[in-house]
Nanobody, 124 residues
């Protein structure tokens, strides 16, 4: 079992940056693919980024490619999402999630564990 707790959200102006963190519990953290998703009001949860268990490969939604960076520290059981050049359309609740398999990482339904989410608001 993996428990996930996000932090680092907040209010930022257009063009600004935020770094989200996700703290994971459990000794098997390093076996999981980790993903970040987001959900805006009235919209479905959407894929943002994912990273393989070793951290050797990363995946991004087209909408954030070149602006966001996902990383992980398997010693500290942490996953991060560095968000730069933020836009109003990035406003959402951001969730981290854990999946034991590397298949269709963009599909939220395949992730087994979820955090409670952290709000990111980008003001124009």
């Amino acid at each position: 079992q993996v428990q996930l707790v996000e932090s680092g959200g907040g209010l930022v102006q257009v063009g600004g940056s935020l770094r989200l963190s996700c703290a994971a519990s459990g000794r098997t953290f390093s076996r999981y693919v980790m993903g970040w998703f987001r959900q805006a009001p009235g919209k479905e949860r959407e894929f943002v980024a994912a990273i393989t268990s070793s951290g050797g490969s990363t995946y991004y939604a087209d909408s954030v490619k070149g602006r966001f960076t996902i990383s992980r520290d398997n010693v500290k059981n942490m996953v991060y999402l560095q968000m730069n050049s933020l836009k109003p359309e990035d406003t959402a609740v951001y969730y981290c999630a854990a999946d034991p398999t590397l298949l269709n990482v963009w599909v939220p339904q395949k992730y087994d564990y979820w955090g409670q989410g952290t709000q990111v608001t980008v003001s124009s």
